[in-house]
Each structure stands twice: as C-alpha cells, then as structure tokens.
C-alpha cells in the first residue's frame, strides 16, 4: 500500500514539463518493442507490474508538446513516452558515424533547459542527441529502473540503427542513476553489451546525487514537488519506504553505489558539481572522484563555491562551455565545435 501510495503522489506531484521534451517541426514515431527486457527471475506479480510500467513507456505521447527552435533541419523520432532521438540536419563530416550523445536530464527539467543542452551537441557539433528520461518509479522501485537501463542498451547495441555510433553519456543528477543501473548491467552481463561498453568513449556527470538515504530521500522530495510544506513529509514518507523495502530498494541502491566507485567503464569523464549543492555532498563527490583517479580514470573537475543543483550552464554559461569543449578535444570525437548561443 506504502509503494502505490509514494509512487501515486509522485506521479500527481511530479512537474509536468519534464515529462514532455520539446519537440521541433518534424516528428516521427519509433517503438522500443525490439528491447531486451531484463533478465532474472520474479514473481508473477512483479512481473505483471513491470510489464504495466513497460507498457506506460513506449505508449505514444498524444498530447501537444512545445515547440522550441533547435535550428533549421533539426528532426526528432519519438521511440517513447520517455526516450527521443534528436537528429542535426547532417551528421558530422566524415564517412565515420558521428557520436552520439546519450543525455539522462534530472527528474522535471523544463523542455526549454534541456533545449540548452541539446543545442550544445546539435548546434555545436552536429551530433545526434538520445534523451532517456526518467520517472521517479525508476528510482523508488529500482527493479523498474534495472528493466529500463536495460531497454536502453538495447537500443544502443550493435545491428540497430545507432548500434555504429562511438558514445558520449551526459548524465544530470538523477540520470546518473539510471546510468548507475546501465552499469550495473554492463557488469552482470558483459557478453551481451561488450560492444556497447566498448563504444562508450566518455562520460559526463552534472550534479550527481552523493550522500546517503537521506540525501536520496531529500532528492526524491525535491525532485517530486516544489512545496515546502510537502517536501519534509515526502521525505520522512520515502525513508519509511527504505526501510520497510530495503530488500527490494536498498540493496539496489547499494549495487548502484559500488558500480559508481568501482565503474566497469575506465573513460575519461568530466564532472560538474558545486560545494553548496544540498544534494551533492562535496565529501562525499572528492572521495568518488578519488577512487576514479586511483583507478586509473581520468578525470576533469569543474567545480564552483555556489551555484544550484543542475543549474551550471545557466549561472556559468562560459565555464561550463569551456570545461566541455576542452573535455571533448582531448576525446577527439569529432570536428571542433561551432560556439552556440546560449
């Protein structure tokens, strides 16, 4: 009763722009019926849960959507209620595919904030640009969150239409979880994603939640509703649900964590953060960010005293830009970036 209580609320709650991403002039419709779904075994219940939410998922979106101007050509095929591709008028120079980006917004992000990123990659380099968006369910019960990383690395793999594509991850607070989980497939099931692993060329991290439950709890709050007065019950509500869950969230969570400071993936990764984040502890994020040096990542840090969770761009539009393009240099991906106004 407490799950369908929490993720109801969460689902009344939630903002509605960032269920919806802007969509420009022409459209097309996709399907994600070909995705592996998870392996593993459960009980029917479950199953027939997450098939629901499965379900919920690739249903075609209906409703109108805003319409933002990513630039002249700019195309996008909706493969689900939640997962978009977005196509530049031509990809970069070169017979070689160009990367693609595969971009994990925070929970809730407005369609025109997403359109900052987007134009970095569409705009700048002419890149395609993957969105997964995700859904507090994915979060509360991660069993959904393992089926979704799932279905997203099956899109990815190779002999499908982006399966030739070198990889770049640009992961936002909770996006970086749903990553969390992809890697947690990657390493449960590395015969059945090792071409993925291996196209995955860079990774980029922007307001990772780090802490403990309380923290996520907080997030889960921050994330659901705007309302002070809401926000402290959320919280205390989402602790309860750890602890009478923890077999089935916890435990996950856990798995989640060891994967994040001990990655299968040895790229290169960039990471913006700032030492006022509620949701970040800066401890915390200096302890991951060793463990990845020891490890033998290299990593970039651009980092800021103030700022706000998934905000940077915003509030520091040429550090964060500069940080990026330097990053993405010493990738050699692809051509130089054109600058984009943002």
């Given at each position: 009763?407490?799950?369908k209580?929490?993720?109801?609320?969460?689902?009344?709650?939630?903002?509605?722009?960032?269920?919806?991403?802007?969509?420009?002039?022409?459209?097309s419709?996709?399907?994600l019926?070909?995705?592996?779904?998870?392996?593993g075994?459960?009980?029917?219940?479950?199953?027939?849960?997450?098939?629901?939410?499965?379900?919920?998922?690739?249903?075609?979106?209906?409703?109108?959507?805003p319409?933002?101007?990513l630039?002249?050509?700019?195309?996008?095929?909706?493969?689900?209620?939640?997962?978009r591709?977005?196509?530049?008028?031509?990809?970069?120079?070169?017979?070689?595919?160009?990367?693609l980006?595969?971009?994990?917004?925070?929970?809730?992000?407005?369609?025109?904030?997403?359109?900052?990123?987007l134009?970095?990659?569409?705009?700048?380099?002419?890149?395609p640009?993957?969105v997964?968006?995700?859904?507090?369910?994915?979060?509360?019960?991660?069993?959904?969150?393992?089926?979704?990383?799932?279905?997203?690395?099956?899109?990815?793999?190779?002999?499908?239409?982006?399966?030739?594509h070198?990889?770049?991850?640009?992961?936002?607070?909770?996006?970086?979880?749903?990553?969390a989980?992809?890697?947690?497939?990657?390493q449960?099931a590395?015969?059945?994603?090792?071409?993925?692993?291996?196209?995955?060329?860079?990774?980029?991290?922007d307001?990772?939640v780090?802490?403990?439950?309380e923290?996520?709890?907080?997030?889960v709050?921050?994330?659901?509703?705007a309302?002070?007065?809401?926000?402290?019950?959320?919280?205390?509500?989402?602790l309860?649900?750890?602890?009478?869950?923890?077999?089935?969230?916890?435990?996950?969570?856990?798995?989640?964590?060891?994967v994040?400071?001990?990655?299968?993936?040895?790229?290169?990764?960039?990471?913006?953060?700032?030492?006022?984040d509620?949701?970040?502890?800066?401890?915390?994020?200096?302890?991951l960010?060793?463990?990845?040096?020891?490890?033998?990542?290299?990593?970039?840090?651009?980092?800021?005293p103030?700022?706000?969770?998934a905000?940077?761009l915003?509030?520091?539009?040429?550090?964060y830009?500069?940080?990026?393009?330097?990053?993405?240099?010493?990738?050699?991906?692809?051509?130089?970036?054109?600058?984009?106004?943002?």
């Amino acid at each position: 009763m407490l799950v369908k209580l929490l993720l109801g609320a969460s689902t009344r709650l939630q903002p509605k722009p960032g269920l919806l991403l802007l969509l420009p002039s022409r459209v097309s419709t996709g399907s994600l019926s070909g995705m592996p779904l998870a392996e593993g075994q459960a009980d029917p219940k479950e199953d027939t849960e997450k098939e629901k939410e499965a379900a919920e998922e690739e249903r075609p979106v209906s409703c109108p959507e805003p319409s933002l101007d990513l630039g002249p050509g700019v195309s996008v095929t909706r493969l689900s209620a939640t997962v978009r591709l977005y196509r530049p008028p031509s990809d970069s120079s070169g017979c070689s595919p160009a990367p693609l980006v595969l971009l994990l917004p925070w929970f809730g992000a407005p369609p025109r904030a997403v359109a900052k990123y987007l134009s970095l990659y569409l705009s700048g380099r002419r890149w395609p640009v993957l969105v997964a968006e995700s859904r507090v369910g994915h979060f509360l019960w991660p069993r959904w969150g393992l089926d979704y990383a799932g279905r997203l690395l099956g899109l990815l793999r190779e002999g499908g239409p982006l399966g030739e594509h070198p990889l770049l991850v640009h992961a936002f607070s909770i996006g970086g979880y749903v990553f969390a989980q992809m890697m947690v497939r990657l390493q449960d099931a590395p015969q059945d994603h090792q071409g993925v692993k291996q196209r995955i060329r860079g990774l980029v991290y922007d307001s990772l939640v780090a802490g403990d439950l309380e923290d996520m709890a907080r997030g889960v709050s921050q994330m659901t509703t705007a309302s002070p007065t809401l926000q402290p019950l959320l919280r205390r509500g989402t602790l309860l649900y750890f602890r009478l869950f923890s077999r089935c969230t916890v435990s996950y969570f856990q798995a989640a964590l060891e994967v994040f400071h001990r990655p299968p993936l040895h790229c290169p990764a960039l990471v913006f953060f700032c030492h006022n984040d509620p949701l970040s502890d800066p401890r915390v994020m200096g302890q991951l960010l060793d463990s990845w040096r020891a490890a033998g990542i290299a990593v970039r840090v651009q980092e800021w005293p103030v700022s706000r969770h998934a905000g940077h761009l915003r509030l520091y539009p040429q550090d964060y830009s500069r940080a990026l393009d330097a990053f993405l240099r010493d990738l050699d991906l692809g051509p130089p970036a054109v600058r984009a106004k943002l």
